[in-house]
């Protein structure tokens, strides 16, 4: 049995604790009466918007509710207000973590420079150009998604800036505002193998002259402030056979924002090039070999053979 005696004895030595759990089971009340009204208005109320603003009301009054009743039950004395702000502390941080975080996060997106309006990055696996950095959110123009390539989509998306502590971030131009991309080129078995590399090496070269000078001097300071390996900036050409046809990888720096328009303008360079060589090369295709069906004796019935 519960002996009374003892337990009223322990409530007299230590009323702070006893205060402690009393605040703590009214604000476990009020939290469930918040959640049980949020829930009441989410299905009676069809309004999207009204529903919103409802939902955000009924938990703006109920934080409001719980500040009050820890103003009056702890502010019998200092040490009991010493309590209070520590818990008014500890839930507001608990209520507000994301806020919080997202504070955090724009001031390590300020000092340590993670990413800057104009740059291009990947963050939550969301792509886009940054477009806008505040204290909360960060602004991007979105590419790809149901967009082949890098090209626009049309939407903007706000994102926490407290994704910055929870995940990779992918920078496409910062230190280093170049990429490396590639295409393959099938190539016809018998055709002219050092025409054809000469035909699009030269194209490469000439095409991304700009982007292989500019990448050269950058590269070097990326080397120089990271521990990094040097990595060929020219084009490259790269051959390997396979059952069809000869396969040319061509591999090339290009900047960030003109991967789709250099790819179609190589593609195009070099298919005009190709067909200057009177079949000397030519373009390989998937291609299917029918074998020859072996002749088929049939008789009738009652036919004599």
């Known amino acids: 049995m519960i002996d009374f005696d003892l337990v009223n004895k322990?409530?007299?030595?230590?009323?702070?604790?006893?205060?402690?759990?009393?605040?703590?089971i009214a604000l476990v009340l009020i939290l469930i009466v918040?959640?049980?009204?949020?829930?009441?208005?989410?299905?009676?109320?069809?309004?999207?918007?009204i529903r919103y603003k409802a939902q955000k009301g009924i938990e703006f009054i109920g934080y409001v509710i719980?500040?009050?009743?820890?103003?009056?039950?702890?502010?019998?004395?200092?040490?009991?207000?010493?309590?209070?702000?520590?818990?008014?502390t500890a839930g507001l941080?608990?209520?507000?973590?994301?806020?919080?975080?997202?504070?955090?996060?724009?001031?390590?997106i300020f000092l340590v420079k993670v990413y800057k309006p104009g740059d291009r990055i990947e963050i939550n696996g969301i792509k886009g150009d940054v477009i806008d950095v505040d204290s909360i959110y960060t602004t991007m123009m979105e590419i790809g998604q149901w967009v082949s390539s890098d090209n626009y989509s049309g939407r903007i998306v706000k994102l926490s800036n407290a994704f910055v502590f929870k995940g990779p971030i992918y920078n496409y131009s910062q230190d280093f505002p170049f990429i490396w991309d590639e295409f393959n080129l099938p190539i016809r078995y018998?055709?002219?193998?050092?025409?054809a590399k000469s035909i699009i090496l030269k194209i490469a070269s000439e095409t991304l002259s700009d982007y292989t000078a500019?990448?050269?001097?950058?590269?070097?300071?990326?080397v120089n402030?990271?521990?990094?390996?040097?990595?060929?900036?020219?084009?490259?050409?790269?051959?390997?056979?396979?059952?069809?046809?000869i396969q040319f990888n061509l591999r090339y720096i290009v900047d960030f924002k003109k991967r789709r328009l250099t790819k179609h303008t190589l593609n195009e360079k070099i298919l005009l090039e190709i067909e200057k060589t009177n079949g000397k090369i030519i373009l390989a295709s998937t291609t299917i070999e029918l074998i020859k069906i072996p002749d088929l004796k049939t008789k009738r019935d009652g036919e004599v053979k």
Do not use: H
């Open 10 to 24: 322990w409530i007299n030595t230590n009323p702070v604790l006893v205060s402690i759990i009393k605040f703590m």
């Open 34 to 49: 918040i959640q049980l009204l949020r829930r009441y208005l989410k299905k009676k109320i069809s309004n999207t918007v």
């Open 66 to 88: 719980l500040i009050f009743l820890a103003i009056v039950y702890f502010s019998g004395s200092i040490k009991d207000f010493t309590i209070i702000i520590g818990l008014f």
């Open 93 to 108: 941080a608990f209520t507000l973590q994301e806020l919080i975080l997202s504070i955090a996060g724009s001031v390590y």
């Open 190 to 195: 018998g055709s002219d193998i050092d025409l």
């Open 214 to 222: 500019k990448s050269k001097e950058q590269w070097n300071e990326v």
């Open 225 to 245: 402030k990271f521990y990094i390996e040097d990595a060929e900036v020219d084009p490259t050409l790269a051959i390997s056979l396979t059952d069809n046809w």
